[in-house]
């Protein structure tokens, strides 16, 4: 067990160093790189040159990746090209935001779809189950972006209800209430995919784990319905359920690059879009670096559960 | 004595199933699938407006009528004109053209790579199996939509470097898939006659195995498509993808967003159509799904 966790950390961070590579080569294959957005401004080619010898990026690609990767075990993410703020404060400003926007999300959308995933698995192939795997299949098929116009239409333009932008009313002390407010639709909108894939995901799992034998030993034996799905299948479905929560972490995140632009949620996600679109490279690297970290690191606690939970994953 | 021409008409109609080919076998379990065929409907009758209906209409896409601004509906412009006045309803049908091709070209790139790749890791196993799932992995780690972002933001978008960008992004589900497919596979009896006649290992993948893995990947790309759909209209949305004067859905609403207070209805219209195609191609998928007998 002990050697099977340190080859699992080593294979980690192998594969967070060879996203970084990755993603530090495909950004420096940019014609021009980030002073081509600089060069718009018609600078005279002295001054665009002197700039570059300040960013380093006159240094030969591997030798900034050096220079990038010894700061960023440091701990130095580098510094914002267009506000000259520390990557690591700008990430640290907006996280916080992300969290709350994506974490209230995904709770909803847990919350929801696990009693949903279980009803639709005992009522399968009834009415009720097809109305509702039917509206998850839209649900997957909504575009984010324009569910959340479609809900300022209805709650901000039409009737008045909501705020349909930011995260405070300005010119108000920050309460918990105009908070919350804020947070109602594109929280709604984060969770709407993800409640979807979540609800598919629990019904596969539970109906999977129903057809085992030891579910039928349980019903065999005389056990009640109730206690069969609570005490026999859900405990056993819950593993592959929690993996696929962590697997979409990813697809929140992207989520919430769309969301946060179109409701104007001061978050992570949005920085993410400013910065591909400065080639605020450090600020693109810091995020990247975060969020596969995250991805990986959940990956890693997941199968460490497994291999703890499930002694048939140890002796392999 | 009443059993004996029971019995012989139910061997009839066992023996006349028994006739029908693979084929009449497979579409007769895809019509059964409702949903599944209403949507292939809606899909062919979305290429006819989007590709056909176009060249019918009076107006192009990008001419400007400045005199008839967010017009609303009347009877020269159908749905109206937007803020720059131009005809709400041949954008729609233009914009359609982008969203009806770019989920079917980036998912055959995205097959086109993952088959390969899969097939080779799983065919060939050891090194190249250990660096093409490593790769898979990394693919995995990176959070696709910030990876495209960044890959459109360094080069102008079009039409078919976007499709090559959610190609290039979306592969891994498709590799894993085949690999497991020929894992499955390649130590069957059939694989076994082959080498045994000779067959190399290429005629070995594409003849024998690959073919094993036709319906599952099928079935994966019927919701990739939807998914690059999603994908295009929202980098199209914020900028990065479809440029504007050329319409797309997605960068339809980027327009639309501004005048929601006075015009929802422009908001509303690209977004119901990129619903209506994404979820007709989920369907149809899972219609495939059950006509090929995959499960998940």
């Known amino acids: ?316 | 004595m009443t059993a004996t021409p029971t019995r012989v008409l139910s061997a009839e109609v066992t023996l006349a199933r028994e006739q029908r080919g693979p084929l009449q076998q497979f579409l007769a379990r895809l019509l059964r699938y409702r949903p599944g065929i209403v949507s292939l409907g809606v899909l062919v009758f979305l290429y006819m407006l989007a590709f056909v209906v176009p060249h019918l209409l009076p107006y192009s896409p990008d001419s400007l009528d400045l005199t008839n601004m967010l017009s609303g509906p009347n009877w020269q412009h159908l749905l109206g004109t937007d803020e720059n006045g131009r005809d709400v309803l041949a954008r729609l049908l233009y914009g359609g053209q982008i969203s009806l091709t770019v989920g079917i070209f980036a998912v055959l790139i995205a097959d086109t790579v993952g088959v390969l790749l899969g097939a080779v890791a799983g065919y060939f196993g050891k090194i190249s199996d250990t660096l093409i799932m490593r790769i898979t992995d990394t693919m995995l780690a990176i959070p696709g939509f910030l990876l495209l972002l960044v890959i459109l933001s360094l080069f102008s978008p079009s039409l078919g470097k976007i499709e090559l960008a959610i190609g290039l992004t979306s592969w891994m589900t498709v590799s894993r898939l085949v690999r497991g497919e020929i894992l499955r596979y390649k130590d069957a009896e059939f694989v076994q006659a082959a080498k045994a006649m000779g067959a190399s290992d290429w005629r070995i993948i594409f003849r024998h195995l690959l073919p094993q893995t036709v319906s599952p990947v099928v079935v994966a790309s019927s919701v990739l498509i939807g998914a690059a759909i999603i994908l295009e209209s929202a980098l199209s949305y914020l900028g990065l993808g479809i440029q504007p004067p050329q319409a797309s859905w997605g960068n339809m609403l980027t327009g639309a967003q501004n005048f929601v207070w006075t015009e929802p209805a422009l908001a509303i219209y690209p977004g119901v159509l990129i619903l209506i195609t994404v979820s007709a191609f989920n369907y149809f998928g899972e219609g495939l799904r059950s006509a090929f007998n995959v499960t998940e």
């Open chain 1, 1 to 316: 067990m002990g050697r099977y966790v340190v080859s699992r950390l080593i294979q980690a961070v192998v594969l967070l160093f060879l996203v970084t590579v990755i993603m530090f080569a495909l950004i420096h294959l940019a014609p021009g790189g980030p002073t081509a957005v600089m060069a718009d401004q018609k600078l005279p080619a002295a001054q665009l040159a002197q700039m570059r010898a300040n960013l380093g990026l006159d240094k030969p690609v591997p030798v900034q990746y050096g220079i990038w990767l010894n700061d960023l075990v440091h701990g130095n993410f580098g510094i914002s090209y267009t506000d000259s703020r520390p990557v690591l404060d700008e990430i640290g400003q907006r996280l916080p935001n992300t969290l709350i926007l994506a974490g209230t999300a995904f709770i909803a959308a847990l919350i929801i779809s696990l009693p949903l995933g279980i009803y639709t698995a005992r009522h399968a192939h009834t009415f009720a189950d097809d109305v509702i795997s039917g509206a998850s299949f839209i649900g997957l098929a909504i575009p984010v972006f324009w569910f959340g116009i479609v809900l300022i239409i209805v709650f901000s333009v039409a009737l008045h209800l909501l705020p349909s932008s930011g995260m405070y009313t300005t010119n108000q002390p920050p309460s918990l209430a105009d908070l919350l407010k804020h947070l109602l639709m594109p929280a709604l909108v984060l969770a709407t995919p993800n409640l979807a894939t979540f609800t598919r995901f629990v019904r596969a799992s539970v109906i999977e784990v129903m057809n085992q034998d030891y579910v039928r030993t349980a019903r065999a034996k005389g056990l009640g319905a109730t206690a069969i799905t609570y005490r026999h299948v859900l405990r056993n479905a819950l593993i592959p359920i929690v993996t696929i929560v962590g697997l979409n972490l990813p697809i929140v995140i992207a989520g919430a690059s769309v969301t946060e632009s179109v409701f104007g949620w001061p978050g992570m996600g949005r920085l993410a879009v400013d910065a591909a679109f400065t080639r605020d490279y450090p600020v693109v690297m810091g995020i990247t670096v975060l969020v596969a970290a995250a991805v990986i690191a959940i990956n890693l606690v997941t199968d460490l559960t497994y291999v703890a939970i499930d002694p048939r994953v140890r002796l392999q």
